[in-house]
């Protein structure tokens, strides 16, 4: 083994929490916080994602963010292979861990999108991450909503039961057909959305596509058109 491999060996057993496991593989999403990996249901330390259940309201309009903080998470996996660190397992038998693909912390993304709160326990590139959020008003930051857990002891029976996944495919049912969700625009570095002020006076906002759209400087990125208008935002005519 060359020195250099040996560096490198030692490197990984340090970033490594004692005690983890790593587990990898594909993986498909349960809601805006926990994942199944092949029948192992995985919930994501370091952050809390509203209920599926849960709704929040945005420019005076209920808004069901918990299925959007779902479909957040759906978006930020797009079905690329995953890498977690089990660090434990919660009090519904579920596996706590980090986990990410090749292009992002999942956890902390969910933060940067503003779909997720910190946990007490979130490192600090989580508050970080939280900060951005708030100062861009994305997701949860452009609503008016209840945190996570206050929601949770607030509305017990509509929260959601972690359940096996061999009792979820027993007791499976259709389900209820819902309105697409808005259409989101993001590129590898996140939101796609280009916001500033117009210099005729106003905030505008640029679509991918659109004719000014790369001469655009962004003052405020957003990921769908309603995060935009909520924030003041008015499309551009071009």
């Known amino acids: 083994m060359t020195k250099r491999s040996i560096l490198l060996a030692l490197a990984a057993l340090i970033a490594v929490p004692a005690g983890a496991n790593i587990l990898s593989g594909p993986a498909t999403v349960v809601d805006g916080d926990t994942i199944d990996m092949t029948g192992t249901r995985i919930r994501l330390i370091?952050?809390?994602?509203?209920?599926?259940?849960?709704?929040?309201?945005?420019?005076?309009?209920?808004?069901a963010c918990g299925q959007d903080a779902t479909a957040t998470l759906q978006e930020i996996l797009a079905s690329r292979?995953?890498?977690c660190t089990a660090q434990g397992t919660d009090m519904y038998g579920r596996t706590l861990a980090t986990c990410q693909n090749a292009v992002f912390d999942l956890g902390r993304e969910m933060v940067r999108r503003g779909m997720a709160v910190p946990a007490d326990d979130a490192p600090p590139e989580y508050l970080e991450a939280q900060n951005i959020a708030q100062q861009l008003k994305s997701g949860l930051w452009s609503s008016e909503f209840e945190v996570p857990s206050a929601?949770?002891?607030a509305n017990p029976r509509l929260a959601t039961q972690p359940v096996s996944a061999e009792r979820t495919a027993r007791h499976a049912r259709p389900a209820p057909r819902r309105a697409a969700p808005e259409r989101r625009f993001t590129s590898t570095?996140?939101?796609?959305?280009?916001?500033?002020?117009?210099?005729?006076?106003?905030?505008?906002?640029?679509?991918?596509?659109?004719?000014?759209?790369?001469?655009?400087?962004?003052?405020?990125?957003?990921?769908?058109?309603?995060?935009?208008?909520?924030?003041?935002?008015?499309?551009?005519?071009?």
Request: proline share 5%.
């Open 151 to 153: 929601w949770r002891a």
């Open 46 to 63: 370091g952050i809390d994602a509203p209920e599926s259940a849960q709704n929040c309201t945005r420019a005076g309009q209920p808004w």
């Open 189 to 238: 570095f996140g939101c796609a959305i280009k916001g500033n002020h117009s210099r005729y006076g106003g905030h505008i906002y640029h679509l991918p596509g659109q004719k000014y759209y790369d001469a655009t400087r962004p003052e405020a990125l957003f990921c769908t058109e309603s995060e935009a208008m909520a924030a003041g935002f008015r499309r551009s005519k071009e």
């Open 81 to 83: 292979f995953l890498e």
